[in-house]
């Protein structure tokens, strides 16, 4: 059984930093490209970063290209997200996602995704 838990979520004022992490179990991690992805309140779900299973390939959504740096450590199963310079509209659930290297999908799009966390909250304040 897959799963994905999440954690490092919290609370912050606008400027500050949070480093989020996803610990994987019930599957090779080293075959698995992985994903953050974000969602708002009344919004989509929305791609944040992806690393390749490697680690030799990494990209971020613009709007937070520069203030988060996704890396993971495979050795433990592990996947984190840092994230520098918070603002407001960074509010948003955090979810991390497992697609399998084999389907050669592409990781920006969330049906890409074989499993999922059940998220963390991340609230940036003003």
């Known amino acids: 059984q897959v799963q994905l838990i999440e954690s490092g979520g919290g609370l912050v004022q606008a400027g500050g930093s949070l480093r989020v992490s996803c610990v994987a179990s019930g599957l090779t991690f080293s075959s698995y490209d992985m994903g953050w992805f974000r969602q708002a309140p009344g919004k989509e779900r929305e791609f944040v970063a992806a690393i390749t299973w490697s680690g030799s390939r990494i990209d971020y959504a613009d709007s937070v290209k520069g203030r988060f740096t996704i890396s993971r450590d495979n050795a433990k199963n592990t996947v984190y997200l840092q994230m520098n310079s918070l603002k407001p509209e960074d509010t948003a659930v955090y979810y991390c996602?497992?697609?399998?290297?084999?389907?050669?999908?592409?990781?920006?799009?969330?049906?890409?995704?074989?499993?999922w966390g059940q998220g963390t909250q991340v609230t940036v304040s003003s």
């Open positions: 996602g497992a697609k399998s290297k084999f389907n050669g999908l592409s990781y920006y799009a969330t049906n890409n995704y074989n499993s």
